[in-house]
C-alpha cells in the first residue's frame, strides 16, 4: 500500500519539475482520511481546496467497472461537479 511519504514523493518527483518549468506555484497536500464513502471524501478533497484557496485540484482517476461508476459513483465526479475550483483529472 502507498504511504504518504511514497505518494508525496511520486508527486514531487513528476509533478513539481512540470510546475517548476512553467514558472508555476504549487503545494503538494496528500491526506489520509479514515472516511470512506465516496461522497464525503470528494466533499473534504472540495473543502480542502477551498481552505487553502487553490487555484486547481489535480485528482487521479482510479478504473472502476462500469457497474460500479453507475452505483457507486466516484469521487472525481463529484469533485467536477461540486468543487469550486478548476479540477484537472489524469488518467
Sequence with gaps: MLQIDDAEAVL???LAPICEAA?????IEVKISSVTDKDCVAEEICQSAEKLEATAVVL????HSYLEEVFEGSVTKYCCAHCKHPV????
Design 12 to 14: 514531487r518527483r513528476t
Design 23 to 27: 514558472g508555476a506555484s504549487y503545494m
Design 60 to 63: 487521479a482517476r482510479q478504473k
Design 88 to 91: 484537472t483529472v489524469l488518467h
